[in-house]
């Protein structure tokens, strides 16, 4: 999905969510009066919405669904995570880990979703704790198994242990403590440069200081995925919501 068409979809949904929600009760045809679009876009955009829970339809009849069934269905979908999602719509969830994973920032994903710029952070400081914190256990894991000599590099005066395993580097906020470890072979040195090299440019401006390893196990996680797949990790595997 390219961003241009994310958002431009994104301004549509809303449209017509928000048409929906001050009609009550509508049928196609009024919503197509009301509406610039094309009778084709008009159809994908309620099938989109039926299936995300916000609309209904019943005998060519389309009513909005009041904000508090589909909190609720929040809730139900996973009842550990963080209590700000029950604050919200499935479809607005949807959204968040779209942009998110589309890596729009947090102030333009507040202007698409109508939200405050503090609450998208917090929804994205939550996304980048669970990369952090799943990417840590597996490291942990491999270590006790085979424990390394880490490397450490400095980002704004914060030191960030590194570990490979599997081709795959990992980030430590801590040294990992070991007596007997084994040090980076040639293939893993070569792998560690390049991914430290992306990581500088990932998150060098300052404003990355704050949490700045949780940003960088966000940084390993994106590096050569496809939006599809960043998103159905974070959404299935990492937040449970199907």
Sequence with gaps: MEYKDFEQSIIQDNKLLSL???????TRDELLSYLEINEEVLDLMLLFLIDEGSIEEHDGVYSYVESSTLKSKVKRQNKNLHYMFQLHSPETIDLLIKSFCLGLQTQKTAYLLNLNN????DFYTEFR???YERQHK???????????VGRYRIFFEQY?????????????EKLLRETDGKDFTKTEIQEFKKVYSFLTRQVAHNTNQAKLHHKLAEGI??????????????????????
């Design 20 to 26: 929906c929600r001050r009609l009550k009760n509508s």
């Design 118 to 121: 503090s609450c998208i952070a």
């Design 129 to 131: 704790k669970l990369i």
């Design 138 to 148: 597996t490291l942990l894991n491999y270590f006790f198994e085979k424990p390394l």
């Design 160 to 172: 960030a242990y590194f570990y490979i395993y599997n081709n795959q580097v990992f980030v430590s």
């Design 221 to 242: 996680w994106r590096r050569e995925r496809t939006f599809e797949d960043l998103y159905q990790d974070l959404k299935k595997n990492l937040l449970n919501i199907c």
